[in-house]
């Protein structure tokens, strides 16, 4: 076992008394080994109902808020099933070209409009290979970029001007993750995108399970320490003063630089620097992070 591994199972053994530590065996389940392999800290219910979804042949869509895991959730279940995967990053400024392709001004001004001057985008290279498409963040893109995957989806072919007819191999399927749309920068899909896509939702894990993800990856630390930064993190997704509130990330940044700060108020500084990019105060909340951030400590003093 590894020393990320040891230290999930040791932490989640403190927390949870009943929970059995895990033994190395021949006959480990799918999802126990994908758990093994990429890191991953529960998650049992959402990798078993991906992994089915692409063993059934399915596009799938995986939704939730920023640093619950989604992308990667959807590249461990690919890695386990052994699918070759090619990446997009979904923006507001992705184009129709950058997706399925373009002519090479310089070839086509030397061959012409010829299959040798056409650099495949990263939908005709899937098609093509049979391979996954995975695209992160989906909803980020322009209508008119996502409009362009509605054939690929559902007929499994493409129509390229000056190329022709792109058919889809066998094994190609498109794998998506999307934020919520009340998210900066989001927006809708559209009905006949989604009806293409099954569905798979991510939502923050247990206090336990976070526990374990800082541990996993701010290596050894007090657990003391842990659990404040975990209950910090947590109490931003409740309070009423926030818009929106952090993922576990923002407790791994405030574990590892509270480690290498010193004095009483070590915690508070570390909290500031590790969650001023990651949270939104409401804009009637008329007080600063440093504030809310006092309250929440004395409050958790005194619980």
Not at 82 to 102: A, F
Not at 238 to 265: C, E, N, Q
Request: charged fraction near 25%; charge should be neutral; proline fraction near 5%.
């Amino acid at each position: 076992m590894n020393g990320p591994e040891r230290r999930i199972e040791e932490f989640l053994s403190l927390t949870s008394p009943a929970r059995a530590p895990y033994k190395h065996t021949r006959h480990m389940s799918p999802i126990r080994r994908i758990q093994q392999e990429h890191g991953i800290v529960g998650r049992e219910a959402e990798l078993t109902l991906a992994l089915a979804v692409l063993q059934a042949d399915r596009h799938l869509l995986l939704e939730g808020p920023v640093g619950v895991g989604k992308t990667t959730v959807a590249l461990a279940v690919c890695r386990h099933l052994g699918r070759p995967t090619i990446r997009v990053d979904g923006d507001d400024r992705y184009t129709e070209s950058k997706l399925t392709g373009w002519f090479d001004p310089a070839l086509v001004l030397k061959q012409g409009y010829q299959p040798a001057a056409f650099v495949e985008g990263p939908i005709v290279q899937a098609m093509r290979r049979g391979a996954v498409l995975f695209i992160n963040e989906l909803n980020r893109m322009p209508e008119s970029v996502q409009n362009v995957l509605l054939p690929a989806l559902d007929e499994r072919f493409l129509i390229l001007p000056q190329v022709g007819e792109v058919r889809a191999a066998p094994g190609f399927q498109v794998l998506a993750t999307q934020n919520p749309v009340e998210y900066v920068a989001t927006g809708h899909l559209s009905e006949a995108l989604k009806d293409r896509f099954e569905h798979v939702a991510l939502a923050y894990q247990s206090a336990d399970e976070e526990r374990a993800i800082v541990v996993a990856q701010a290596g050894e630390a007090d657990a003391g320490l842990v659990r404040e930064a975990v209950a910090i993190v947590r109490e931003t997704r409740v309070h009423p003063k926030f818009r929106k509130g952090a993922s576990v990330r923002a407790a791994i940044a405030m574990v590892a630089i509270a480690r290498r700060l010193s004095g009483p108020d070590a915690l508070r500084r570390a909290a500031v620097a590790a969650l001023t990019t990651r949270v939104e105060l409401r804009d009637d909340a008329e007080t600063s992070l440093d504030t809310v951030l006092a309250e929440i400590l004395d409050a958790l003093k005194k619980k």
